[in-house]
């Protein structure tokens, strides 16, 4: 696991305390989103479908702050958009770490050369560069050539100056096991601390809906890149039970109120990957009114096949605090690459709905020709 032992200790007796104090609901990682404006038009983006006055506005510095401060979560990832364009965001990141929160710094990298002075390395920053791949498969999702190489180059500027530094990688439609793996290969040579990596969501707003991987396709994948993965040595920053989960062994509920997201709507119900369920003013409202049981893969269908690790990492270390052993042998053992997987559930919507007479009796409508 690509984490420092600092930040696995700090979010560790985090948990503990939730556990103690009988919390049923807590967050786990804040997603702090201070703009959705940015330099790039990636095809399987959800986040940049929205008319230029929106994409204008910016969460300030008190209001990044007051997030941060109405929910407990000890790490905030700062996606977008891209984070870099915001004017405060040095002053945002600065906030943050005095209140000794783990920062991860989401960005394509473009801007990071020019605003990498702006920050100073830490413990509690990471910078989290986004990387899709190899480089004709990474200029091929962002839709622009000449990005991998850039991103590359600022990857090793900021490890060269101290800097904390990580790749978040979404696969879609296309991927080969061997494919992610030689680029797993490649990230470790780089020297980063680890790799997150996850099948990307199918965004309602995304300009293209073909380049997303679902299904038992991605669970076949993963177990391919998991079967590659035993003979070498990459750091994923997962905990081994979600890394299961991707690979078909584990049945899981999302947890979205474990990734709550903050944006310049408001707090977003019920999670970072859905745009138009809705907003509220606070984090307790967000709790306390967001209808949970609507959402997740069995009972919603804009939430089908959802894998993402926004909304079952937190499944997973909730599972991993329940099941020590289980999860020790399975970090361990590494995720069963072979053998059958968890059946899926039947998702309540897909149910076939009847129709009856007053009298209770089924009946079917067909049409007539």
Not at 98 to 124: E, G
Not at 156 to 172: D, E, M, P
Not at 192 to 214: C, H, L, M, N
Not at 234 to 254: E, I, P, R, T, V
């Amino acid at each position: 696991m690509g984490v420092p032992l600092r930040q696995q200790l700090t979010v560790g007796s985090y948990l503990i305390k939730q556990k103690l104090k009988g919390a049923k609901k807590y967050p786990l990682v804040l997603m702090l989103e201070p703009l959705f404006r940015c330099n790039l038009a990636c095809a399987g983006c959800g986040k940049i479908d929205y008319p230029d006055d929106i994409l204008d506005k910016r969460l300030s510095f008190e209001e990044c702050m007051q997030a941060v401060d109405e929910c407990s979560a000890p790490m905030v990832s700062i996606p977008g958009g891209e984070p870099l364009i915001h004017k405060e965001m040095p002053q945002i990141v600065e906030g943050l770490i005095a209140r000794k929160k783990f920062v991860y710094l989401c960005t394509n990298a473009l801007l990071l050369k020019k605003r990498i002075d702006d920050y100073k390395p830490s413990p509690y920053l990471t910078f989290s560069i986004h990387l899709d791949g190899m480089q004709e498969r990474h200029d091929t999702s962002v839709c622009q050539e000449g990005v991998f190489e850039r991103a590359v180059e600022a990857i090793k500027l900021a490890l060269k100056k101290g800097f904390r530094v990580t790749v978040n990688c979404t696969l879609f439609q296309g991927e080969s096991a061997k494919e992610v793996a030689d680029f797993l290969d490649y990230a470790m040579e780089l020297g980063v601390e680890g790799v997150t990596i996850a099948p990307g969501f199918s965004y309602e707003r995304a300009p293209q809906q073909d380049v997303f991987i679902k299904g038992s396709d991605v669970k076949d994948l993963f177990r391919g890149i998991f079967k590659i993965g035993k003979k070498r040595k990459w750091k994923l920053n997962h905990s081994s039970l979600y890394l299961d989960f991707l690979a078909g062994n584990q049945s899981y509920n999302c947890t979205p109120w474990g990734n709550p997201t903050r944006n310049v709507f408001g707090w977003q119900k019920p999670c970072y990957l859905l745009a138009d369920e809705g907003y509220v003013q606070s984090f307790q409202e967000l709790l306390d009114t967001t209808p949970w049981d609507k959402y997740g893969t069995v009972n919603n269908p804009k939430c089908a096949s959802c894998m993402a690790h926004c909304g079952y990492e937190a499944t997973a270390v909730e599972d991993m605090l329940s099941h020590p052993i289980k999860a020790l042998l399975t970090s361990i053992r590494g995720p069963k690459t072979e053998g059958a997987m968890v059946p899926e559930a039947t998702p309540q919507y897909a149910k076939e709905k009847v129709s009856s007479t007053i009298a209770g009796i089924p009946v079917r409508v067909e049409a007539v020709d």
